[in-house]
């Protein structure tokens, strides 16, 4: 079957690891299915990968690939990324040994992927199969991080850093959806202008002195804006942080962090249970990802260079041929 995998990581040129060529179907595990795939969305994750970062060489061939839906049996679904190890009970995001697809088992960029039974959500008519391959990894990230995470009310402000992301666009959306002012930060102005239609209230250069301090800041950045995210806290502020793109070691500033009395929240992915919760807030408020195009598998290089390049906005979505 068709697939875009890697066989051995490239740190210092990621994209000359990437393979589109044929990969050996998967054979499902005992409670697992073969999923028939018909959009497989793009992340980070997978630029990640293709650098080696959390996948060591004992695990490669690799098929990349987080986020999925597709078929099985004739019913639609999606697919939720997150694999607990086998005996784990309650939230998935906490068991040690979890694994997203693509990092122990084999990922979504192909025409077949196996999952667990369990990791399956039926995908509801009013959202086509492109739109629910953006949701597992980014979608429901921001989620969490919005509603859980974020001590977020009504009324209150956000930060969202990094306007165009997968993350940052889907934070912006969901966060005017449930009703909190949302101000996001942007390196264009064409991706300011952009975050703007995608509901933000506000949109600043990044590290702008922003007209008042926010109740939470959401981080997928790192290095390049943690010190601006820390500034902009208000006293006893929040900031979330699910990842750290631009690198992992900012200074911590610790003096701000307890003076001004701010929380440091991590916050990786999300359970099933807040999928469900996800769908049932983009059915009532008719909020939808940003997708930036949408590609032959086969053309996966070229939706790995935009990503590379930070040429995008919203999401990129690969289509396996139909059988
Ligand atoms: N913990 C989790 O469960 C989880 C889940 C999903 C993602 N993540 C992590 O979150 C991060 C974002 O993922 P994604 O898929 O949303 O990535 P993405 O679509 O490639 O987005 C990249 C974002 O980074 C921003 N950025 C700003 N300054 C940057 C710099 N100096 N260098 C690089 N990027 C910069 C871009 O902002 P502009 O729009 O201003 O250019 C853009 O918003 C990644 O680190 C990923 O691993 C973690």
């Not at 409670?31 to 990968?49: I, M």
């Not at 969490?144 to 974020?150: A, G, V, Y």
């Not at 500033?253 to 992915?269: A, P």
Request: hydrophobic share 45%; proline share 7%; aromatic share 6%.
């Amino acid at each position: 079957m068709l697939a875009a995998y890697v066989e051995a990581a490239n740190p210092d040129d990621p994209l000359a690891a990437l393979r589109v060529g044929d990969r050996p179907e998967p054979v499902p595990d005992e409670g697992w299915v073969l999923v028939r795939v018909e959009a497989a969305a793009l992340n980070r994750h997978d630029l990640f990968s293709l650098a080696g970062v959390g996948l060591p060489p004992s695990r490669m061939p690799m098929i990349l690939g987080t986020d999925a839906a597709g078929t099985v049996d004739g019913r639609d679904v999606i697919v939720h990324a997150v694999i607990p190890s086998s005996g784990w009970s309650g939230d998935a995001t906490f068991d040690p040994k979890r694994t997203l697809l693509s990092e122990l088992h084999q990922g979504t960029m192909a025409t077949l992927v196996a999952v667990p039974r369990q990791n399956l959500l039926d995908r509801p008519g009013w959202l086509t199969a492109e739109q629910a391959a953006c949701l597992p990894t980014a979608w429901l990230t921001a989620y969490r991080m919005l509603t859980r995470d974020s001590g977020l009310r009504v009324g209150d402000t956000v930060l969202i850093q990094g306007a165009s992301g997968g993350v940052a666009s889907a934070a912006t959306a969901l966060a005017s959806a449930l009703g909190f002012r949302a101000w996001v930060t942007g390196s264009s102005e064409v991706k300011r202008s952009a975050a703007l239609e995608r509901g933000a209230d506000a949109a600043f250069e990044p590290g702008a002195r922003l007209p008042e301090r926010v109740d939470a800041v959401i981080e997928t950045v790192g290095e390049a804006t943690w010190a601006h995210s820390l500034r902009s806290l208000r006293p006893g502020g929040t900031i979330v942080c699910a990842g750290a793109t631009s690198g992992f070691n900012p200074p911590a500033e610790l003096n701000r962090v307890f003076f001004q009395q701010l929380r440091v929240i991590g916050s990786t992915m999300g359970t099933i249970d807040e999928f469900r919760e996800l769908l049932d807030l983009m059915q009532r408020t008719g909020v939808r990802p940003t997708i930036d195009r949408v590609l032959d598998l086969a053309d996966a290089e070229q939706g790995f260079r935009a990503m590379a390049e930070g040429s995008l906005q919203g999401k990129i979505v690969l289509r396996p041929p139909s059988a």
